[in-house]
């Protein structure tokens, strides 16, 4: 958190004054702090429209600044086109042949029957001559061979149906399937950086700076505006060594500011562990502790409180 002067300023007038004690009673005079959000982009790039402006109010899920989202909207295309690809090949592997494919097969095997059937003819008509000695043996051996060789085709063609239908193996199926899997994860990673070229408000707040304009480059976690959230102000103050035990972590402290309506009710959220020296510029005679400890407390409705505003804190 950056703060100005004025802040500074305030934190050593909320030294002096806690020091010196007031003329309040148990009053401590702090100032408000604010913890500003630096809104920037991930990635660099070209800033092309800027939705917020100094003072602006927005809620969460705003959209407050875009980059240039060419090359992005790129990326996801040529990821979606492997995943669709991937798919493809995972479908085709599960799937086995093509019905083509399997029907050109079957053309294969009808030739083949075809074949049997004319070898098994030969062989029945050659065998009883061949076994009645009308016929040569080698003659009988041919014909044999012949039909063997067409009963085999026909095996061969029914099995190379049989593996054409069934899926790839496991081994590919699984690789298949993996590869798939990478590219969907590429197209989630690429539809997110597309995404993340428009910035949102990540809370609701007040637009308190902006440091680019359209046309600028930005870099990455380079800011590009400034937000104060409705819940990021707090009250800082010091008490004196002999006064801290009032104080406890969860304890109700009221906030009065100039100007103000009615004090604000405020809850201590730090006390320091180690104790400050005042500074020696506001020594006073009158000063007798010279230790201070800075506390911390969040107030209910921030309403009408502004960073280095300087206010009162009334214990209960």
Known sequence: MKNGPSIALAAVAALFLSACGNDNGDAFVGYVEAEYVYVAAPEPGWLVATHAREGDSVDEGDILFELDKTQQ???????????????????????????????????QLEEARARFVAAKSEYDRWTPLV??????????????????????????????????????????????????????????????????????????????????????????????????????LKIRFFVPQAELSKFVVGGAVEIRADGADAPVDATISFIAREAEFTPPVIYSASSRDKLVFLIEARPADADGLKPGLPVDVITP
């Open 131 to 232: 076994r009645e000695g009308n016929a040569s043996e080698a003659r009988g051996d041919e014909v044999e061979a012949n039909y063997r060789a067409a009963q085999a085709r026909v095996s061969a063609a029914e099995e190379a149906i049989s593996v054409a239908k069934l899926g790839g193996r496991e081994g590919r199926r699984s690789a298949a399937d993996a590869a798939a899997e990478a590219a969907r994860a590429a197209v989630a990673e690429a539809q997110w950086l597309l995404e993340q070229r428009d910035v949102k408000a990540e809370a609701a707040g007040t637009v308190e700076a902006v440091y680019h304009r359209k046309g600028e480059y930005v870099g990455a976690a380079a800011p590009v505006l400034a937000m104060l959230p409705k819940d990021a």
């Open 73 to 107: 909207t790129a990326q996801l295309q040529a990821a979606t086109a492997r995943a669709e690809e991937a798919g493809a090949m995972v479908d085709d592997i599960s799937t086995g042949a093509r019905p083509e494919e399997v029907q050109e097969l079957e053309a």
